[in-house]
């Protein structure tokens, strides 16, 4: 049985989420427990896990769209989803928006755990040719390749546009994520940061406009990056 495996739940059922991360913990697995979209994104920054089990029917954004955004920051992790709609078109659209299993409710415990034996077996590192964020490290770079080192902040700034729909935030919204000890961040702060971002990316990695603005809304990263916290 793969051990040392690293769980997350996202269920807003609190009696079944409960009774999903009690069952899957008896392996001796790290498992934690969500409600939302918003609460799992939270759970990301304090560290990746290897396998997401998410509720196609959540209240904000729905299983489907984390599935596609976890898929993309994240693709070696294992994506099971869960849901009560039975029929193939449901089942085809979970696949195509990034599930690597799509079981119905309710589900058998024991066939859950099968499945996440089965991913486990397959979660490798990422690929050679991505660009790796690692939290821990506070580093950015292609795997094997230059690394460029990060403060704190721009590891949280490239952590919170690795995760957000589109890889896009809204100005306000990611100034806000990144106030902390040293206070508010205000637009005008958030903007010289990204400026010294590009500046330093472009110098160590050799990449130009890796952080780009969008006109009235905020800014998007134009390259997929892969977040790690191993």
């Not at 990034?98 to 490798?124: C, F, M, S």
């Amino acid at each position: 049985m793969p051990g040392n495996l690293h769980i997350l739940v996202v269920e807003d059922h609190v009696l079944l989420r409960m009774e999903l991360v009690d069952f899957l913990t008896r392996p001796g697995w790290v498992v934690r427990g969500v409600d939302d979209g918003l609460a799992l994104d939270e759970a990301l920054r304090e560290g990746v896990p290897d396998i997401a089990v998410v509720d196609l029917n959540l209240p904000g954004e729905d299983g489907q769209s984390i599935c596609r955004r976890l898929r993309t920051a994240l693709p070696e992790l294992g994506i099971v989803l869960l849901t009560a709609r039975v029929m193939s078109s449901d089942r085809a659209s979970g696949y195509q928006h990034g599930a690597d299993v799509y079981l119905t409710k309710p589900a058998n415990v024991h066939e859950l755990e099968a499945v996440i034996q089965n991913l486990g077996r397959r979660v490798q590192r990422p690929l050679v040719s991505a660009w790796i964020l690692d939290l821990r490290a506070q580093t950015l770079g292609p795997a094997g390749g230059a690394l460029l080192r990060l403060t704190p902040t721009e590891t949280r700034l490239l952590c919170e546009l690795s995760f957000a729909p589109d890889y896009c935030l809204e100005s306000d919204v990611l100034a806000s994520r990144l106030a902390g000890q040293q206070g508010a961040v205000t637009r005008e702060n958030l903007a010289v940061m990204i400026s010294r971002m590009r500046r330093k990316i472009a110098l160590k990695l050799g990449a130009d406009d890796v952080i780009k603005a969008s006109r009235g809304y905020g800014y998007r990263l134009s390259r997929s990056v892969v977040v790690i916290s191993h």
